[in-house]
């Protein structure tokens, strides 16, 4: 007997006011696996002209599709001479999402040759309810409790679907009748449609009254309280994510397990600027070997190296290292920032050497924050012992932190260093010069090194580096205070100046 997806001519509406689709769950990917993810997502859908790597006797059935006359399109296909093997029914369906009339043409063709997979079945779904062709949809699913094919994706594809089209409703009602198709009304199921509610924008409060309703006939698990303090994470709502993690405590308990779980609850706090309680939480859940994972320490210190907030940074980085967790090179970059920007050197060096140790190895943005630290705080003896450790190490410093190390420099009485760290950026090309060349210049002219300042200048000229014009003002009232000769030797300076800048 034909079903009746397989008959689009008789379609008829089992349910006056069917129920919305919600996609299937994060937390359960033996769900999502099986409806591709590209198709859960409501923009628009590719199409056979868009896919780089179909077959060649898709791409023909596809061409048939899309230029056939409706009428025609059944005739066509036959004459194709094609078999619709499983794989190729299933790959057409995946890119007709844009052409539902000639899809339902194809698969009702397919299904005269051979019996449409249970997964095949489950595309069809999917297609129907993402072009909110309910009432098919649900001849669709009756057909498939017919031919025993029907299962909880299924119902994961209606779920998404009536959410996507933001019928909360009636995506409640899919799950209601779910018995009525001999599917069990699990907590995977109630997670599937908790999971396509709280997904929609603003939605968590809905995914809300779902559970509260249905949560002393199906037990909730700890994914299911994960979705929901995703959703309110997503929302910023701290006062309830509070609450639904306090009855997290007490249904499920402490369990490592529940990671996503505690990432999304603490990043909520965090964000919500309740990283006191944040802190005092995170030490309760050390002691209970939960922390979060990586995921919420790196958001977390992401949030407070923004605000500058170093106090919490380090107690958060302490709670995080003595429960274990290893950082990465991007969370020791970020620590050492914070650190620098607070002018507290000694820990960040402490954390270089510590790094290292671990098998964490810095890079030059590491260096470069600490050398651009120990600019500012006028360390000149350690800017120059610093400077070679990074060369040694191949992470020089980049142009800019290279022109305030030669500007520190010359005020703090090293000049030969500043000197050194020019000649390192030309020989090596540390681009571009002008603000080291610069300062160069600018730092003997203040000392009165002005043979020095002459030589580096024609130098700079020679190599087509652009001398400031204010730069050379001071460099003329300096040589015009001396004898003659030195302003002859400023004046050819300067006609050589005026020629390269032409």
């Known amino acids: ?26 937390s359960s990917s033996s769900i999502s696996a099986q409806i591709p993810k590209n198709l859960l997502k409501p923009q628009r859908y590719p199409t056979h002209l868009e896919a780089p790597d179909i077959s060649p006797m898709a791409r023909i059935i596809c061409e048939v599709l899309t230029r056939a006359s409706p009428h025609d399109i059944e005739s066509a296909l036959s004459c194709t001479a094609i078999d619709p093997t499983p794989d190729l029914v299933q790959e057409v369906l ?14 009702r063709w397919a299904g005269t040759v051979r019996k449409h997979t249970a997964y095949a079945w489950n595309l069809m779904v999917d297609l129907l309810g993402k072009n909110q062709l309910f009432e098919s949809m649900w001849d669709a699913l009756r057909s498939m ?24 409703n009636e995506a409640i009602m899919s799950f209601d009748v779910m018995d009525r198709y001999d599917i ?47 959703g309110w994470e997503k929302e910023g709502n701290v006062a309830k994510a509070k609450t639904t993690f306090g009855e997290m405590v007490i249904r499920v308990g402490w369990s490592p397990a529940n990671m996503s779980a505690y990432d999304a609850f603490f990043t909520t706090l965090v964000r919500g600027e309740a990283v006191e309680e944040a ?37 958060l980085w302490d709670i995080m ?10 969370m020791y970059d970020a620590m050492i920032g914070v650190l620098c920007n607070n002018n507290d ?119 087509r580096i652009d001398i400031y014009e204010s730069t050379m003002a001071k460099l003329r009232n300096a040589f015009y205070k001396e004898s003659r000769s030195a302003r002859d030797k400023y004046d050819n300076l300067e006609r050589r100046w005026k020629t390269s800048s032409m």
């Open 94 to 107: 995946k890119l007709s999402y844009n052409t539902p009339s000639s899809a339902v043409k194809f698969f």
């Open 345 to 463: 050197v000694d820990n960040a060096f402490r954390l270089l050497d510590e790094m290292v140790v671990l098998g964490v190895f810095p890079d030059s943005l590491t260096y470069d924050i600490i050398f651009q630290c120990l600019i500012k705080n006028k360390k000149v003896r350690e800017v120059g012992k610093f400077f070679f450790e990074m060369i040694k190490n191949e992470s020089p410093p980049t142009h800019s932190n290279c022109a305030m190390a030669i500007t520190m420099l010359f005020d703090g009485d090293d000049p030969e260093m500043a000197i050194q760290i020019w000649d390192y950026m030309v020989e090596n090309r540390i681009l571009p010069l002008e603000a080291s060349a610069n300062a160069l210049l600018l730092g003997l002219h203040n000392l009165g090194r002005l043979s020095e300042v002459r030589r580096f200048a024609m130098d700079m000229l020679d190599k």
């Open 145 to 168: 409790k017919q031919e025993g094919v029907l299962s909880l994706p299924t119902f994961v594809s209606v779920f998404d679907s009536y959410c996507m089209a933001s019928r909360f």
């Open 184 to 230: 069990n009304q699990d907590v995977v199921a109630v997670n599937s449609l908790l999971s396509a509610i709280c997904r929609e924008g603003n939605q968590t409060a809905r995914g809300l009254d779902f559970f509260e309703k249905i949560k002393a006939k199906i037990p909730p698990d700890g994914d299911t309280f994960a979705i929901l303090l995703e």
């Open 279 to 315: 802190i005092k939480f995170l030490q309760v859940m050390k002691g209970k070997n939960c922390l979060p994972g990586l995921k919420f320490f790196t958001n977390a210190l992401d949030i407070l190296v923004k605000q500058n907030d170093v106090t919490h940074t380090i107690s």
């Open 1 to 26: 007997m034909q079903s009746v997806i397989e008959n689009p001519d008789n379609l008829s509406t089992a349910l006056k006011h069917p129920p919305k689709i919600i996609p299937p769950p994060s």
């Open 321 to 330: 290292v003595g429960g274990g967790l290893m950082p990465n090179l991007a």
